[in-house]
């Protein structure tokens, strides 16, 4: 008989999380990462999505919205990714894992998850290293890729949310694209990284053997997962 | 290009202010204008400073001419409440790559945005194709 392995950090949960507004995704994109998460990750866990929605998914927990709101203003479109540094946020402590959206799950989510050590980790855009993008002569490019936060509330993690707290009216105005410009801009050097062979960029890079993780992110006029008609989509479906 | 326009500007300055007589505080780049500043402070500096986020110390401190030749870069001047001179330019060129922050479309939406008590010169010239907003005059 073969038993399965099943790592799940002693008696910690993880909470997993994501956010949904506005009109750019359906709920099914939820239910397709909450399914995607159920299937690739071992251990105990619970599944919350920051929503002005009904979502009537079962095993997905519902949050209001923290201090910062999805208001479109032209600048900072994703303002409420930010609530996610506010610790204890929801009365939620432990190991946290957010997702955005638009990834796709393609590995054994633990393999990303288990690298974290005291320092929150996060994606990064690596294509955009391999492209030589300046970060320290233009404030306001990014190089992080928020597609995906593994963290712990720590002191590193309450001084991100003290700066945006203490500046908020300034880093809306300034990080025009939004979280990713201002977490490269400010607070790169609290971070620990997705290994390059663990992720890959859809419309950005070529496949990764292995991967974990796919990032579908859209910049300009690229198709979402929902509209590609790719062995991506299929994997999305599960 | 930004070093004409601030040339420009400080051209402008040098017929109105008497700057040896003040205490002065420069925001963003000069190009290397010879000018006596007794600060400067950046938009993009690599080590994580960045005048968007030092209203506070800039607030504290007590400069009396505050020039700023490239406002578009920054928030909007109106954050700075130093009793003072103030010579600004903006202008309403965008690079692409959200450089421009808080490019203007005109020499009146740099004047409501800087919130100048008195206003002793504003004008609007074109370098290269693009409109640059200069403007001087106090805070009291």
Redesign the interface.
């Known amino acids: 008989m073969r038993y399965r392995t099943i790592v799940s950090y002693g008696d910690v949960m993880t909470s997993f999380f994501c956010t949904l507004w506005g009109d750019k995704y359906s709920i099914d994109y939820v239910r397709n990462l909450h399914n995607a998460v159920k299937r690739n990750y071992d251990g105990e866990f619970k599944f919350y999505c920051q929503t002005d929605r009904e979502l009537h998914i079962e095993g997905v927990h519902e949050l209001p919205f923290g201090k910062y709101k999805p208001i479109m203003d032209g600048r900072f479109p994703d303002k409420p990714k930010l609530n996610f540094w506010e610790p204890n946020c929801w009365g939620i402590s432990g190991r946290k894992v957010f997702l955005d959206l638009d990834v796709v799950i393609l590995g054994n989510l633990n393999s990303i998850i288990e690298l974290y050590s005291e320092r929150p980790i996060i994606n990064k855009s690596w294509w955009k290293e391999d492209q030589g993008v300046q970060i320290?002569?233009?404030?306001?490019?990014a190089l992080t890729n928020g597609s995906i936060y593994v963290w712990e509330d720590t002191v590193s993690t309450k001084v991100i949310w003290e700066h945006i707290n203490k500046?908020d009216k300034?880093i809306f105005?300034?990080c025009?694209?939004g979280s990713d410009?201002y977490l490269t801009?400010?607070h790169l050097d609290k971070f620990n990284f997705v290994p390059r062979d663990k992720v890959f960029s859809y419309h950005n890079e070529d496949p990764v053997k292995n991967a974990v993780l796919c990032t579908v992110e859209t910049i300009s006029d690229e198709k979402e997962i929902h509209q590609l008609n790719s062995w991506i989509k299929e994997r999305w479906n599960g | 290009m930004g070093r004409t326009s601030a040339e420009y500007a400080l051209n402008r300055m040098s017929r109105i202010v008497d700057d040896s007589a003040h205490k002065k505080l420069v925001l963003g780049y000069i190009h290397n204008l010879p000018i006596n500043y007794d600060r400067i402070m950046d938009?993009?500096t690599?080590d994580?400073d960045?005048v968007?986020?030092m209203?506070d110390e800039i607030n504290s401190g007590d400069w009396d001419l505050i020039i700023n030749c490239c406002c578009e870069h920054?928030?909007p001047m109106s954050e700075v409440k130093l009793k003072g001179i103030y010579v600004l330019q903006s202008n309403n060129y965008d690079p692409g790559?959200?450089?421009h922050?808080?490019r203007c479309s005109s020499i009146q939406e740099h004047l409501d945005q800087i919130k100048l008590d008195l206003v002793y010169y504003a004008d609007t010239t074109i370098i290269n194709g693009t409109e640059y907003y200069t403007a001087i005059g106090e805070k009291d």
């Open positions: 320290d002569h233009i404030a306001y490019s500046y300034f105005f300034t025009v694209a410009n801009t400010f | 938009w993009n690599p994580g960045n968007n986020f209203f920054m928030y790559g959200n450089i922050i808080n």
